[in-house]
């Protein structure tokens, strides 16, 4: 998915595309620890950014809107060291031109490892923007 980008480079796969939600997963290995050992916040928030803005992509017209960045928060709630961390995205709203998503990251065993909000900005089309499908 996505190569040559950071979301390859973390290792970033969506698992699952509910009507409800998307669900995202990434290795806390030596791509995504800091020097402590363990999941760095920045790698958490990639992962959230990243599963919002593929939720946003799917629920805009492909054709005439692509997603973007606007704003991101994270609350980091629990150190990890291994394994995987496992992302949920769910909409708060998602409106014509602002969707605000909520993002639940947990790991293997369900505790909770940060809580982000992101708010992307749907926009029209009207240049050769890199969607993901046209990295895939």
């Known amino acids: 998915m996505a190569p040559g980008t950071l979301i390859e480079n973390l290792g970033i796969e969506i698992v699952e595309i509910r009507d409800d939600a998307l669900v995202g997963r990434m290795p806390v290995d030596h791509r995504s620890v800091q020097p402590a050992g363990v999941l760095h916040g920045g790698a958490s928030v990639a992962l959230a950014e990243t ?5 946003g992509y799917l629920a805009v017209d492909r054709e005439r809107f692509h997603v973007v960045g606007m704003e991101i928060n994270a609350n980091h709630l629990r150190p990890i060291s291994s394994g995987w961390v496992i992302g949920t995205v769910t909409a708060i709203n998602v409106g014509r031109r602002v969707h605000v998503w909520e993002i639940r990251i947990a790991d293997e065993a369900g505790r909770l490892v940060c809580v982000s909000r992101c708010t992307l900005a749907v926009i029209e089309q009207r240049s050769t ?3 993901p499908d046209a990295r895939a």
């Open 51 to 55: 599963l919002a803005s593929w939720a």
């Open 129 to 131: 923007y890199a969607t």
